[in-house]
Nanobody, 117 residues
């Protein structure tokens, strides 16, 4: 089992920044991908950004150039630096860990990000 605990959400004004963190613990396999997803009220959960254990990244078009995903493998911690936040970024942000070449998929409890205009 893997446990994921997010932190860093909050209420900010448009144009400001936030940094989310996700601490992973448990039986984490070497080959994995970690990502941030978000879900706004009335909408489906969507991928924000993803990074593999080798460092390959991909981003949703809506956050490219504003958000940066990174990870510290020694600390088993995932980060999301969010700059130039917009009201449409308001959502619950979830951390995900997926063991590559398996069906193992784990989720954190989510952290609320609210951006006021």
């Amino acid at each position: 089992q893997v446990q994921l605990v997010e932190s860093g959400g909050g209420l900010v004004q448009a144009g400001e920044s936030l940094r989310l963190s996700c601490a992973a613990s448990g039986s984490i396999r070497r080959l994995n991908a970690m990502g941030w997803y978000r879900q706004a009220p009335g909408k489906q959960r969507e991928l924000v950004a993803r990074i593999t254990s080798s460092g390959s990244t991909n981003y949703a078009d809506s956050v490219k150039g504003r958000f940066t995903i990174s990870r510290d493998n020694a600390k088993n911690t995932l980060y999301l630096q969010m700059n130039s936040l917009k009201p449409e970024d308001t959502a619950v942000y979830y951390c995900n860990l997926h063991h590559l070449y398996s069906s193992d998929d784990y989720w954190g409890q989510g952290t609320q990000v609210t951006v006021s205009s």
